[in-house]
């Protein structure tokens, strides 16, 4: 009897013991530290990857921790620590799916030159790598033979990027994401309506005047006028690695096929990545006859529409003499 109570008391010491052990945050690191689970990696194998970075004592302590949670499914990943915990906690993050990554957010408008110095921040790849992958229209190629470059196709979105990503998967992702929203808006000519849809979506700050700006773009282009289409120029001179800040006289000249001050038309493909209302908007045009527009002065963003050129220059010279005021 009395051998049973000692054993009874050694094994609630036990417990006792690796309670207190487990319950007791530890770090083992100086800064923060990454650890990746590959599909497939056994519960002992994590525990061995876990210790080897100093989140946990030892590969037996976090056994231990998971044999209370056995049903809990551990999810493969790559996860970062940076701060002390207990091995139930880890295993908790683990259940969880608590994996690393960086929050890329696309705005709509954006061009390929403003997602590659964005992505190109966290340092997973360069910028000048992922304008490489943008270059290649081969994702998107069934889609629009006729595609230059991805641009126009980067859909805008918020993306997940591990430390693992790589430009060409990222521009998989967003490409397959700009196929879902294509085949919501139900559209067919997909070259054309993507062109104007940016350069609506680089032109219009207020949703409710997008319609109103593709009935520019369609009405010059029926009558053959030039675009006249600021951001096409600009984005010419992004190509040709010319870009100042500003429109110079220099831009206007520019022989691209891009400015449409020089060429009419559409330019050769998409001048950025637009979103659903954009596109709805060039799906579905106001029915007006207007042909000009400009900014108003009061920095709204609207613009003052017009029909007839004397119109219109009345309009811009009212936008620069509050300008200079």
């Not at 000692?6 to 990454?34: I, K, N």
């Not at 700006?213 to 010059?220: G, H, K, P, Q």
């Not at 527009?293 to 609207?302: E, I, K, M, N």
Request: charged content about 20%; proline content about 7%; hydrophobic content about 40%.
């Amino acid at each position: 009897m009395r051998r049973l109570r000692w054993v009874a008391l050694g094994v609630l010491l036990l417990a006792v013991g690796a309670t207190w052990r487990l319950g007791r945050p530890y770090r083992g690191f100086d800064e923060a530290v990454f650890v990746d689970l590959p599909h497939g990696t056994s519960t002992f194998a994590i525990g061995q990857r876990l210790a080897a970075a100093g989140v946990v004592r030892s590969p037996w302590d976090f056994l231990a921790a998971r044999l209370w949670t056995p049903a809990r499914v551990l999810q493969a990943g790559e996860y970062r620590f940076d701060r002390p915990a207990t091995v139930s906690e880890v295993v908790q993050r683990l259940a969880c799916g608590d994996i690393f990554y960086y929050s890329l957010t696309v705005p709509e408008g954006w061009n390929m030159y403003d997602i590659a110095e964005s992505a190109g921040q966290f340092g997973v790849f360069s910028a000048d790598q992922f304008l490489q992958a943008a270059r290649d229209p081969s994702p998107i190629r069934d889609l629009d033979p006729e595609a230059p470059s991805l641009e126009g196709y980067l859909f805008p979105e918020t993306y997940r990027l591990t430390r693992h990503a790589t430009p060409r998967e990222l521009c998989r992702e967003m490409t397959d994401r700009f196929r879902e929203g294509w085949r919501k808006a139900g559209a067919a000519n997909v070259h054309q309506t993507v062109i104007l849809a940016s350069m609506v979506e680089r032109e219009g700050k207020l949703p409710e005047e997008r319609p109103l700006i593709a009935a520019v773009f369609f009405n010059r282009l029926r009558m053959g006028m030039p675009l006249d289409s600021d951001p096409t120029t600009i984005y010419a001179a992004m190509l040709d690695g010319r870009w100042r800040g500003a429109i110079h006289r220099s831009d206007l000249d520019s022989g691209s096929l891009y400015n449409t001050y020089r060429h009419a038309g559409l330019p050769p493909g998409p001048i950025a990545n637009p979103g659903l209302e954009s596109i709805r908007a060039v799906l579905h045009p106001a029915a007006s006859p207007v042909l000009y527009f400009v900014a108003l002065p009061d920095g709204s963003g609207g613009h003052q529409f017009s029909v007839s050129l004397a119109d219109h220059q009345i309009a811009v010279e009212r936008y620069r003499r509050a300008g200079r005021q």
